[in-house]
């Protein structure tokens, strides 16, 4: 047979569902009596599948009903794939039996062997993305909001860091809260140092009249 006809015969059968896979699409084109190779109905099964789904087409529409009006566009035909997936995401374990039980009450068409091979597949592969997902995925924002701890002191430097604290209190409060006191520790790492921002201190000092820059040294 001539290329267009395996083209038309595979659109035929992809336009019922174009989710059916390759394999499927052969064993229904050579059903219908098609003889080329199983490769150039897979190729054309391709080809099909992309146009079709660029077009947006998957099923015939009527247009005129039998008294010249207008007709309803017969509704888009059920994914095969999309309804036994959402069949599964409700229960991964649940038996082939009783997911074909539920595919048929919500109308799909498809046959039992096929919606017991793509369970089985869909059925692996969601499982496999369960236990993945975690691992790969970005971490909650609990765990990335979680402050660092600080680091042990030893009982000996104790008293130190005590000391250190409370002068660090002293001068958050002087400065008029946590804010002011942080843009004086930037001015003190834009000055090199301690030494610089003391001798900023009093050139500002001297330009203010002896007044005194804000927070205490």
């Known amino acids: 047979m001539s290329q267009l006809t395996i083209s038309g015969v595979v659109r035929q059968i992809l336009t019922a569902d174009p989710d059916l896979p390759a394999d499927e699409v052969i064993k229904k084109a050579l059903g219908r009596g098609l003889t080329a190779s199983p490769k150039a109905i897979r190729e054309a099964a391709y080809n099909a599948r992309s146009d ?3 077009a947006g087409k998957v099923g015939p529409v009527v247009t005129t ?10 509704a888009r035909p ?10 599964l995401a409700a229960d991964l374990d649940q038996p082939a039996d009783e997911v074909i039980k539920k595919a048929r009450a919500r109308g799909l068409t498809a046959p039992k062997e096929q919606v017991r091979k793509l369970t089985k597949n869909l059925r692996s592969e ?4 369960a236990h993945t997902a975690p691992a790969g995925g970005p971490a909650p924002v609990a765990a990335r909001e979680v402050p660092i701890p600080l680091p042990p002191v030893a009982p000996a430097d104790l008293a ?6 409370t002068l660090v209190d002293r001068v958050v409060g002087a400065c008029g809260g946590a804010e002011s006191a942080r843009q004086v520790a930037e001015a003190v790492r834009a000055c090199g140092g301690v030494d610089g921002f003391l ?3 009093e050139l ?3 330009i203010r009249g002896g007044g005194t820059a804000g927070c205490p040294a």
């Open 126 to 129: 969601m499982k496999k993305a």
């Open 204 to 206: 500002v000092a001297a």
């Open 52 to 54: 079709l789904r660029k």
């Open 199 to 201: 001798q900023h201190v």
């Open 65 to 74: 009903g039998t008294a010249g009006k207008a007709a309803p566009a017969i």
């Open 78 to 87: 059920q994914s095969v794939s999309s309804v036994v997936r959402s069949i």
């Open 160 to 165: 130190a860091v005590l000391a250190t604290v």
